[in-house]
């Protein structure tokens, strides 16, 4: 999920967007959204309702509203192109909406949008060229795909279906969860203990259960009201943060072979790369958050950037998990473990590369599709990997991993010693 926040960094979390606004300049971004393209008979595509009020009408009469698409002739030619006029960025709009006439100092207005080539990214936008820009203007703005079910219609194009997404994999994580809680059980009641390794694993689980939980809460929420829980859905995104780093911190165990060949850890220094994870993954959360540009239709240089170099770094981590693990396997001598570790480094070096080709990917697709199908594959990619420990951990096999190589006299002391870890 690191590398893929950069690479959804031009994602937004509502289809409502609301403020107070105002522009020196005369030209103020407002929202943006990605609709459906028709198809067959249809003969509308989307709709978005604007509301807008202010205490000033007097100094706002030559206010209007503008639309851009995502086409290369409109919005990415004026957004961050300050040498344009304020004219001249309204002659690059697509639809341009006739003055605004005030009611009182309020203004209400449905726009219906029509488009039939593909699904773009719209972008609303409020404009007075004609006086000293404008300033205290309120606005509510929801935008909703008409074409599509009650269901479905909050969402943009390039999140529609994150929903359904994660409602699904929330419900099909319960059984997996019963099954995880059995396992230790029943492990417990072999070994009178539960071991380290599966504590922390299980400590996982629940991070990320409990983190999903909440993104499909969030998103279900979004289907009435366009914003879903944004303050829940930060909460999933801090846990699901503890959850990865826990993850990436018990792999760096399980090859160095902690409490599986030994009781002591190899190299605690590379322990160091757990909070360092866990700082870059939390500082790209503030940066998501509080620095994106939600006006921003394509992925951002700085993030292009951020990508790559977040890329290398654990390109880098992936060849130390490699090499360890391959050095853990040659030095085993019991079949049970030295199987233990083939099937880790055949099972989880593809993981550790296919998290950075995911994000790459990203810069590859169009921006219609980029965020539910990053996100989505990673989800899958790291339930994918919890299933698979899951697996290799289950009770009837856990034991013969854990039971170190000692005289059949000292399994109570072994299990002693394990219980106090």
């Known amino acids: 999920m690191l ?3 950069l690479a959804l960094s031009c994602s937004v979390d509502a289809e409502v967007f609301k403020g107070m606004v105002s522009s020196k300049s005369g030209f103020q971004f407002l929202g943006k959204f990605c609709f459906d393209n028709m198809k067959g008979d ?7 309702d604007l509301e807008l009020t202010t205490r000033n009408p007097n100094t706002s009469q030559s206010l209007r509203v503008l639309m851009y698409t995502d086409e290369e002739n409109s919005w990415p030619s004026v957004y961050h192109h300050g040498e344009l006029t304020c004219q001249q960025k309204v002659e690059r709009a697509k639809r341009t909406n006739s003055i605004i006439e005030w009611d009182d100092g309020h203004y209400n207005n449905r726009f219906v949008m029509t488009q039939k080539t593909r699904p773009r990214f719209w972008v609303v936008v409020l404009a007075n060229c004609q006086e000293a820009g404008f300033r205290d203007v309120k606005y509510n703005l929801h935008f909703r795909n008409i074409l599509h079910s009650n269901w479905q219609q909050e ?6 279906g994150l929903q359904t997404f994660y409602l699904v994999l929330c419900i099909l994580w319960v059984p997996f969860m019963a099954a995880v809680a059995y396992s230790i059980v029943k492990l417990r009641q072999k070994m009178s203990f539960v ?6 694993f ?9 983190a999903m939980t ?3 809460i969030h998103y279900v929420s979004f289907t009435g009201n366009g914003q879903g829980l944004p303050e829940l859905l930060r909460v999933a995104q801090v846990v699901d943060v503890m959850s990865r780093v826990g993850f990436i911190g018990l792999m760096i165990l399980m090859a160095q072979g902690w409490c599986i060949s030994s009781d002591h ?7 160091v790369v757990v909070p360092v994870f866990f700082i870059l993954y939390m500082a790209l959360l503030v940066w998501e958050h509080s620095l994106v540009d939600s006006a921003q239709i394509t992925l951002p240089t700085s993030a292009s950037v951020m990508l790559w170099m977040v890329v290398a770094v654990w ?12 050095k853990s396997y040659r030095a085993e001598r019991n079949p049970a473990k030295k199987s233990l570790y083939a099937k880790i480094g055949v099972i989880y070096t593809p993981w550790f590369l296919a998290l950075p080709l995911i994000s790459v990917m990203a810069t590859a697709l169009d921006n219609w599709v980029r965020d539910k199908y990053v996100d989505g594959a990673a989800e899958l990619a790291d339930s994918g990997a919890y299933l698979a420990m899951a697996v290799l951990l289950w009770h009837s096999r856990a034991q013969n991993y854990f039971q170190m190589a000692l005289p059949q006299d000292r399994n109570y002391a072994k299990a002693l010693q394990y219980e106090q870890l």
Request: hydrophobic share 65%.
């Open 3 to 5: 590398l893929c926040l």
């Open 42 to 48: 249809d003969t509308l595509a989307g709709s978005f």
């Open 155 to 160: 969402f943009g194009m390039n999140v529609m």
């Open 195 to 200: 071991h380290p390794l599966v504590r922390v």
């Open 202 to 210: 299980g400590v996982v689980l629940v991070c990320e259960w409990f």
């Open 214 to 216: 909440c993104m499909a």
């Open 265 to 271: 850890i190899e190299s605690r220094s590379v322990l």
């Open 315 to 326: 390109f880098l981590f992936a060849a130390w998990f490699v090499f360890t693990i391959f």
